[in-house]
């Protein structure tokens, strides 16, 4: 939780103002073609509702569009603008030095074996969603 808020306060310090509550929404926006916002909740384990309110105040803030979903006219997905691709490089900037930051603390080897640990606690808790 912490380093997500150290994420978001990277972002900030890069001249884009976000919440932490809005990372739900940005982390799970699929770059190329966007993504529904059911979608992003399923992922993001939050309501569609939250989402949604979450998406509104992202589209006022100039990070996202509403776009027709090209395979459901009925359906549309939540595509980032410039100004959110431009955020989500900014996040990955922050990523990066958290990285730094941990291989530092830990050494190279210790965070590769945190890596693949996450790794497989990840997969197996896919794998039971998946029954």
């Known amino acids: 939780m912490r380093l997500g808020h150290r994420i978001v306060e990277g972002v900030n310090a890069a001249?884009?103002?976000q919440r932490p509550a809005h990372s739900a929404v940005m982390a799970h926006i699929d770059v190329d073609g966007g993504?529904?916002?059911?979608?992003?909740?399923?992922?993001?384990?939050?309501?569609?509702q939250a989402v949604g309110e979450l998406v509104d105040d992202l589209e006022r803030l100039g990070y996202v569009v509403r776009r027709p979903d090209p395979n459901d006219r009925r359906a549309k997905r939540i595509v980032l603008t410039e100004r959110g691709l431009a955020s989500v490089a900014a996040a990955l900037e922050v990523i990066v030095g958290l990285e730094a930051e941990l291989a530092e603390l830990l050494g190279a080897d210790a965070l590769a074996k945190l890596h693949a640990s996450l790794g497989k606690i990840v997969a197996r808790s896919g794998e039971s969603e998946d029954r």
Request: proline share 6%; hydrophobic share 40%.
């Open 35 to 48: 993504t529904r916002l059911t979608t992003i909740a399923a992922r993001a384990n939050i309501t569609p």
């Open 15 to 17: 001249g884009f103002q």
